[in-house]
């Protein structure tokens, strides 16, 4: 009687020495214990999960997992065992969802996680780099052209300005010798003869303007020129042009030292001169808005589509990190095509930004990080195609 009393409150006393596994009888059937391994790590990983967060495994199941470990330590494992650790597996896949035993494990092996994000920096970087390196140079660029246009407008004036006042230059049986000797007037001084001849300083004006003018419609040339030479390099072009060749070529944009000449001949010769600075200006100010058009068009809006793209990739990864449920294999290379032909489409349609107020750019950058947008307007669109031209909305 007292042994029994003693078993009894033994076993009461240490319930835990029910999960202490002892060798089955010999007629018991019996499975390898490789059969179940993987699914045994499965079933502790999830427990070991559950029990980290707090979320509530009933007895059995966690009872059913620790059998089957001790099972599959002491090197037997029962039918019984493994259909209850099959049930455990099941039941703690339900409780953790979304959570899975490969979002686990990647979580676990930092390595292998961090390879989605080396994958969206290095994209970034790249559509990063572009995209300013070209928006810079747009920016330049566009200020250059927007000067260059300024300063061949002013020229423009000044030279009609200039023509008007000075008339056209003398020709070439008058000669300065003669006008200083016969055809003097008393009234003009020798070195406004010089400047404009035997009849002198044009009414309501005075030499001074005159000159001044002049020296004006020079440094614009001079200044048209240089912003020539520095919009080149915005289209790589780093040839010599004519007037940086020499110092003697450089002097053609320059006054004639001195002034001792007559100065509607001195406006013909600057004329001449820049008109090819002009026309070389113009040429280079039409290839770069072409060029650089095609590239705000072409280029940057799939580079702005990419760049939202790795965004939300990247706020995605670090949510699904942070809740244990990335999966280091899951790349998202559709959703990156899919965000560049986003951009190439804000890029070509014009009616995309319609009633938007913000930048084209900017709306590929939200077409990349919410593709939801984009097929949104491709519905529009076909529902458009739908009605027909004479239908109207309902």
Same mark, same amino acid.
């Given at each position: 009687?007292?042994?029994?009393?003693?078993?009894?409150?033994? =076993?009461?006393?240490?319930? #835990?020495?029910?999960?202490?596994?002892?060798?089955?009888?010999?007629?018991?059937?019996?499975?390898?214990?490789?059969? *179940?391994?993987?699914?045994?790590?499965?079933?502790?990983?999830?427990?070991?999960?559950?029990? %980290?967060?707090?979320? %509530?495994?009933?007895?059995?199941?966690?009872? &059913? !997992?620790?059998? /089957?470990?001790?099972?599959?330590?002491?090197?037997?494992?029962?039918?019984?065992?493994?259909?209850?650790?099959? !049930?455990?597996?099941?039941?703690?896949?339900?409780?953790?969802?979304? +959570?899975?035993? /490969?979002?686990?494990?990647?979580?676990?092996?930092?390595?292998?996680?961090?390879?989605?994000?080396?994958?969206?920096?290095?994209?970034?970087?790249?559509?990063?780099?572009? $995209?300013?390196?070209?928006?810079?140079?747009?920016?330049?660029?566009?200020?250059?052209?927007?000067? $260059? @246009?300024?300063?061949?407008?002013?020229?423009?004036?000044?030279?009609?300005?200039?023509?008007?006042?000075?008339?056209?230059?003398?020709?070439? /049986? #008058?000669?300065? @010798?003669?006008?200083?000797? =016969? @055809?003097?007037?008393?009234?003009?001084?020798?070195?406004?003869?010089?400047?404009?001849?035997?009849?002198?300083?044009?009414? &309501?004006?005075?030499?001074?303007?005159?000159?001044?003018?002049?020296?004006?419609?020079?440094?614009?040339?001079?200044?048209?020129?240089?912003?020539?030479?520095? *919009?080149?390099?915005?289209?790589?072009?780093?040839?010599?042009?004519?007037?940086?060749?020499?110092?003697?070529?450089?002097?053609?944009? %320059? *006054?004639?030292?001195?002034?001792?000449?007559?100065?509607?001949?001195?406006?013909?010769?600057?004329?001449?001169?820049?008109?090819?600075?002009?026309?070389?200006?113009?040429?280079?100010?039409?290839?770069?808005?072409?060029?650089? =058009?095609?590239?705000?068009?072409?280029?940057?809006? +799939?580079?702005?589509?990419?760049?939202?793209?790795?965004?939300?990739?990247?706020?995605?990864?670090?949510?699904?990190?942070?809740?244990?449920?990335?999966? /280091?294999?899951?790349?998202? !290379?559709?959703?990156?095509?899919?965000?560049?032909?986003?951009?190439?489409? +804000?890029?070509?349609?014009?009616?995309?930004?319609?009633?938007?107020? $913000?930048?084209?750019?900017?709306?590929?950058?939200?077409? &990349?990080?919410? +593709?939801?947008?984009?097929?949104?307007?491709?519905?529009?669109?076909?529902?458009?195609?739908?009605? =027909?031209?004479?239908?109207?909305?309902?």
């Amino acid at each position: 009687m007292e042994e029994s009393t003693s078993q009894k409150s033994t =076993g009461s006393a240490n319930p #835990e020495a029910q999960l202490v596994a002892s060798p089955p009888p010999a007629s018991a059937p019996g499975l390898p214990v490789k059969y *179940l391994a993987d699914k045994l790590e499965d079933a502790e990983l999830l427990l070991g999960y559950a029990a %980290e967060v707090g979320i %509530e495994v009933e007895a059995a199941v966690r009872d &059913g !997992v620790l059998q /089957a470990r001790m099972a599959s330590d002491a090197g037997w494992l029962t039918g019984p065992t493994a259909a209850s650790l099959l !049930v455990a597996l099941t039941t703690l896949a339900i409780k953790v969802r979304p +959570v899975t035993v /490969a979002s686990l494990r990647s979580c676990a092996k930092w390595k292998d996680a961090r390879k989605p994000i080396r994958l969206y920096g290095t994209i970034a970087i790249i559509a990063g780099c572009v $995209i300013v390196i070209f928006s810079l140079l747009t920016f330049v660029s566009k200020s250059i052209s927007e000067k $260059i @246009t300024a300063d061949v407008e002013t020229a423009n004036t000044l030279v009609a300005k200039l023509r008007t006042e000075l008339g056209p230059p003398p020709s070439p /049986a #008058e000669s300065l @010798t003669n006008e200083l000797t =016969g @055809t003097n007037s008393p009234v003009v001084s020798p070195q406004d003869l010089i400047w404009f001849g035997a009849g002198g300083i044009p009414s &309501g004006l005075s030499d001074k303007d005159v000159i001044s003018d002049l020296q004006q419609f020079a440094a614009i040339m001079r200044e048209i020129d240089g912003y020539t030479r520095q *919009l080149k390099y915005c289209l790589f072009d780093f040839t010599t042009h004519r007037y940086a060749e020499s110092p003697t070529n450089r002097m053609a944009l %320059e *006054l004639t030292p001195g002034l001792r000449v007559r100065l509607s001949q001195e406006l013909t010769d600057k004329v001449d001169e820049y008109q090819q600075v002009r026309s070389f200006g113009n040429q280079v100010v039409e290839r770069v808005t072409v060029y650089y =058009g095609a590239i705000a068009t072409c280029i940057l809006p +799939v580079l702005y589509a990419l760049l939202g793209t790795v965004a939300y990739l990247l706020r995605l990864y670090e949510e699904q990190f942070k809740n244990r449920v990335l999966i /280091a294999g899951d790349k998202h !290379v559709a959703r990156l095509l899919i965000a560049g032909i986003g951009g190439l489409v +804000v890029g070509q349609f014009n009616n995309v930004t319609q009633g938007i107020t $913000i930048s084209p750019f900017a709306v590929a950058f939200l077409v &990349g990080y919410a +593709v939801d947008v984009f097929f949104t307007f491709l519905e529009g669109l076909l529902q458009m195609f739908k009605r =027909g031209p004479n239908q109207t909305n309902p």
